[in-house]
Structure formats: C-alpha cells, structure tokens
C-alpha cells in the first residue's frame, strides 16, 4: 500500500467534473494538486486544492518532470483529450513499469482500450455481440453517392461526429463549430449538414432516431469487475434537442438492474479499466435500451453521483493508488443536479421557441423557477461545504461580459 499523504494531480480541474474529482480526494485528505488551463479553473477555488498549476503544454513536454519534482502518488485527467495524451506516457495498464510517469500511477486505461471505446463502430460491434440494441448507423465517405444513400434512410436522423476528438483541430482551422448532435427530419435537412464538411472530406456518423429518454449507467471497473455502479435519468438538456445534461435524476439499482449487468459485460469486453459512463436512449413503451456511446471518463453529470455517495475519483484512487480491492461504497441517497449555467441558457431557448405554444413555454420558466424550492436538488458547482468555486466562477463570468462591453 501506497502513503496516503502523496500527492495527486487532477488533470482539468477547469470544469465542474474535475471540480467534483477535486473534491471527492481532498475531503478524504489526499493532498490534491490542480491542473488547468486558464486561472478561471473552478479547481483553482476549491478549499480542497493544496497546489494549483496553470498549464497549457502539451502533457509529455512538463508532466513526467513535474511527476518526478513533486513525488505524485498519481495522475489522473477528466478529458478524453487530457486522457488520450496521459496514455501515450505510460506503455501498459496504470503502473507499467515502463511508464514514462516512473512510479507514479496512472489513473487511466491503456491506450488500446481509450481507442476502443473511442471508436464507436467497435464499440457498437462489441455491442451487438452481447445482445445490446445499437442504432442502424451510416458513416459517409469519400467517393460515395450521399444523396443516394440519404434517400434510402428512415427520418429524423441523429448526426454526431464518431470520435469529436480526431476532427476538433480540423474542424476548428477550417472555422467549423464541432456539433455535438443535430438532427435531421428528411434527406434535404441531412445532406445541407453534410456539405458543411465537404471541404475537410471528413463527415460526422448518422444514426437512426431513437425515441425514449437519456439513461446513463456508470461503473468503475478494476481487476475485471465492477467496484462501483450508478446510474442516472436525463431530465433537462442543452440545447433542448440533445446535449449537456442540465438537470437528471438519480435512479436506484434495483432498476434497470439486466442491463448494467450488459454494461459491465461490455466494459469488460472491451477490456476497460477505470469510471466510464454507459449512454443509452431507453424507450419505456418497448422497453428497449439503444446503446449511444460509452465515455470513457469521467462524464459530466458526475456532481449528481459525488451528491449522491457514489464517488468515482476516489474509487479511482482506491483501487489504483492505494491498490485495494473489493467493491466500493455504494450510492445512499437520491437526488437531482442542476448545472445552472445551461439550464439557463435552456430556459431562454425555450422561452425564445415561437414554433412552442405559449403554455409549454410558461411552463418551462415556472418549473426552472419551482427547481430552487425542491430539496432533492443539488448543483454542479454550489456546495456549501466548498463555496468558493462558484464566487469564482461568477467574478469570471462578470470578468468577461465587461471586458466584452469594453471593446
């Protein structure tokens, strides 16, 4: 067993998820290093942060020295990008022997299995052979008939880039937006999407509609089984048609509990080590569960599972650093999650809707307003145990509308 009193470095504490990761491992007095990218990091704030490092160089050219100069007991990052260039400094699973981190462990899988799970065809095969329900998919490519192959499709469509991280920089020299997700309700609306990227020959993944709600089932794997389970409801998202979670639910595990078990099952099958996010679109009139994709991180409503008792960055930490066994402590609560600055922003799109009755529109404002008054509501960045981050992120907000007004 490892001393407990090494510090950690949490690799992206800029956002609310490695906020939550600063949190869970500091409250247990693990001396937590925080790394970010620009001194608005919510970690920065956190009363449990012992250090705070601004860096925006590549991992391989500081992270092995800075490893070696403060003595880590590990490493571990919130991103897929941050993930992607953490597992190109260790050659095997956390700990190799031939990591360029020395002894220092590394809170991630290896790079063979980040690219499975990744790679949402493989992903989805995987799938397939375990009986899980995925969407009928087409990936458009170089010297094909598009508008063909669009004619032949079954609408609305989902369209949404296979891996966002292989195209971000591409995407952005050529000053295209990366879409999370759009839809398209016929083949006109699917092929104006698809000629946006006809200059990169590079074009996002479409996917059959699946109707039903978003249902997230987490697990953390370690020695080829499940420490820890979880699992939530989207109830609010942003924007409206599909995006980042801005309000969900707890579910208990006595729910749904056939298909985590297909969850760990496809986890392992993809030879996963660490906390990963199973997505599905479950549609109770059928009771089918479409598999979306797995985030093979820690995903964004992760504040709903610290709130709840089901703590990812220290079971991490667990079973990795301290090398412990067996499963962790389970979630003892219910509870619901706001991330209020897209709740916001979803409320005002909603209000903006002409295509809505004016009802559902009202609606959606009394029950932003009513979300305040429920007590099984927490949020992403408040927590009265650790205030400050949210003071920092509101100075910063303010900081950036004046300097915007300013110009």
Known sequence: MRDAVQPILVLGADSPIGLTAVRELGARGVPVIAHGRSNRALG???RYTAEFVLETRPLAQWLPGFAAARGLSGVMAVSEGLLIELSALQGALPGAAHSQLGDCRVLSPDAAALNRVLDKPQTFTAAERLGIAVPQSWQPVTAQDHA???ARLTYPVAIKWADPNAVQVALAEAGIALEKVEYAADAGQLLAILRRYDALAAWPLVQQYCPGYG????LHMAHGAATLRFQHRRLREFPPSGGVSSLCASVPLSQHAPQMARSEALLLALG???PAMVEYRFDPETGTYWLMEINGRLWGSVPLAWHCGAHFAWE???TSVLGERGPGAAPNRQRRARYIIPD???TVLVLRDGTLPISQRLAAAVQFWLDFLDPRVRY?????RDPAPLFGDLAAIVMRLWRRDSV
């Open 380 to 384: 992403y960045v408040w927590s009265l």
């Open 148 to 150: 063909a192959r669009a």
């Open 215 to 218: 249902l997230g089932q987490m």
């Open 344 to 346: 916001v922003k979803r």
């Open 44 to 46: 920065r704030f956190s």
């Open 316 to 318: 991490s930490y667990r």
């Open 272 to 274: 996963w080590h660490g």
